[in-house]
């Protein structure tokens, strides 16, 4: 079983709809969690972190469900430069070597 | 404005070429990290360094090297490129901390024919 899991997708959804993903993490001891994008053909980026209070940037909303082992992300009236893939991260809280554990990631394409 | 730069950006080699993948950070961070990815596919992390004179191997085996003579630079070395080597890699760094994430360079795309 992978660390983080996500589903891959692709979600095809049309512009200004709204479109939540989720990722659950395997590991308790995992303490912090963020969202990163990334384009095609390019490098992730840092989209947000996830705090457990949950957290708002914009469009862009961010879950964090300990209990569960679940986060996710909720994009608000999509835009077509939304399309991207998102990662799931979570930091290893198993050693103290704090490394970030990478979903596959979720595709996102918005159509006009 | 990249604080973590990477070069070639991409690069096409014989099999058999001795290559070194670049990278170097401005940023002053200790944590330095290579991925592997192919088009489509999960980041597999293949090495890590903590500060200078420490590395590590990461979840992916790999053919790779690496070295940290010094903070800002992380290279990269195949001592001899096969076509099972064609991927994309990508360097990050980080400053280290619970809430602090990786920042990533721009890749490079190898190629071996």
Not at chain 1, 72 to 100: E, F, H, M, Q
Not at chain 2, 42 to 51: D, K, V
Request: proline share 4%.
């Amino acid at each position: 079983r992978k660390e983080v899991e996500q589903d891959p997708g692709p979600f095809n959804v049309p512009e200004g709809a709204t479109v939540a993903f989720n990722c659950t993490y395997s590991n308790s001891a995992s303490q912090s969690f963020f969202w990163y994008r990334q384009d095609c053909r390019k490098e992730p980026k840092l989209l947000m972190s996830v705090y457990s209070s949950g957290n708002e940037d914009g469009r862009f909303t961010a879950q964090l469900n300990r209990a569960s082992q679940y986060i996710s992300l909720l994009i608000r009236d999509s835009k077509l430069s939304d399309s991207a893939t998102y990662l799931c991260v979570a930091r290893d809280g198993s050693s103290n070597t704090g490394k970030l554990i990478f979903g596959q990631g979720t595709t996102l394409q918005v159509k006009p | 404005e990249a604080d973590i730069y990477q070069t070639p950006r991409y690069l096409v080699i014989g099999t058999g070429k001795k290559i070194t993948l670049e990278c170097s950070q401005t940023m002053g961070h200790d944590k330095m990290y290579w991925y592997q990815q192919d088009p489509g596919m999960e980041l597999h992390l293949i090495h890590y360094s903590y500060g200078v004179n420490s590395t590590e191997k990461g979840d992916l085996s790999s053919e790779s090297t690496v070295s940290r003579i010094r903070t800002e630079h992380f290279p990269l070395t195949l001592e001899s490129a096969r076509p099972s080597h064609t991927s994309q890699y990508l360097c990050a760094s980080s400053v280290g901390g619970l809430n602090y994430g990786y920042t990533f360079g721009s890749g490079t795309r190898l190629t071996v024919v």
